[in-house]
């Protein structure tokens, strides 16, 4: 009894150990898989940034101007001034074919609803070298009929245009434009207005245009201002006070000659010290490629002549002015 009990026993333990040790065996002879660590990359894509929208109002070209808002532009302005033969001999006879001068100037131009104010100043250079001419009806074989003229005047204005404008683009590049100009401006320099002979008289010495043969020398006698040369009557002809028509000063001199007095002189004379500034018409084309530049071209008529002016502006935009 007591030997079935001992193998019982030993069944059981023998049951209970083998599972336990055939586990044992297969963990050591088992081979274990280790997984590589996970490397996380970042891939960065180069996205293009969104197209940029210009304003078309923004665009330097975009010259079409708005209603009711404000432009203003500061520029400068060269004006060749002509005298044609046909208004010379108006009032003299045998002057030149042509009497030009310039003109420099610096304006500002405020506009607003195809409508320009222009203020400015302008220097003008009156300067001509001496001329012949002859009275106005007068006989060209009398010297005392002739006379040589020299002018170194020249004159400051404050002036203003007032121009309308009709676009010929509608895109705004180009306007024609019409109005006038008005202004004042002072004088300054001298005009020399001398009496000429047909003897020499050792003065400068002038082609005569009707007697080529027979030129024209200038009467340098010198005379007090106002007054007459001593020895008048007996100059060379053309030289003394009954030489001319109700002459009572003697328009003689060396160098440059007699000095015409203006206004202001004692004795005052015809030469002006004022004198005023009006063209009209003033026609031309106004010419603004971009934004920030304007230019004009014009021609007209002036109290001097005829005129051709070209003017050219920079722009600057007026945030502050809003249409209405």
Not at 271 to 276: E, G, M
């Amino acid at each position: 009894m007591r030997t079935r009990s001992y193998s019982l026993a030993c069944c059981v333990a023998a049951t209970l150990i083998a599972p336990s040790a055939l586990a044992q065996q297969q963990n050591t002879g088992a081979t274990t898989t280790v997984n590589p660590p996970v490397v996380e990359t970042t891939v960065v894509v180069n996205t293009p940034p969104p197209p940029v929208i210009v304003d078309d109002d923004s665009r330097i070209t975009n010259v079409l101007e708005e209603k009711g808002k404000g432009y203003y532009f500061l520029g400068v302005n060269y004006r060749a001034n002509i005298i044609p033969a046909f208004i010379i001999n108006l009032f003299v006879d045998q002057g030149p074919n042509i009497v030009a001068t310039s003109t420099f100037g610096l304006s500002f131009d405020y506009r607003k609803d195809h409508f320009s104010i222009i203020p400015g100043v302008n220097f003008s250079d009156y300067t001509m070298s001496s001329v012949l001419f002859l009275q106005k009806g007068k006989d060209p074989s009398m010297a005392g009929d002739w006379g040589v003229v020299q002018s170194q005047l020249k004159a400051i204005y404050a002036t203003v245009d007032l121009l309308w404008s009709v676009p010929l683009v509608k895109t705004g590049q180009v306007d024609f434009e019409f109005g006038f100009a008005v202004g004042l401006g002072g004088v300054f320099g001298n005009l020399y207005n001398t009496w000429v002979s047909n003897t020499n008289t050792g003065g400068p010495q002038y082609a005569n245009p009707v007697a080529p043969s027979m030129p024209f020398y200038q009467c340098n006698q010198t005379a007090p201002v106002g007054g007459i040369a001593n020895g008048n009557g007996t100059f060379p002809s053309g030289c003394n006070t009954g030489d001319h028509q109700s002459a009572t000063i003697s328009k003689t001199g060396p160098n440059n000659g007699y000095r015409e007095p203006n206004w202001f002189d004692s004795p005052g004379g015809s030469v002006p010290t004022i004198f005023p500034w009006l063209e009209l018409p003033v026609l031309g084309l106004r010419i603004k490629p971009i934004k920030e530049f304007e230019m004009r071209l014009q021609g007209g008529f002036s109290i001097t002549g005829f005129f051709f002016n070209f003017a050219a502006y920079y722009g600057f935009e007026n945030p502050k002015s809003t249409p209405h």
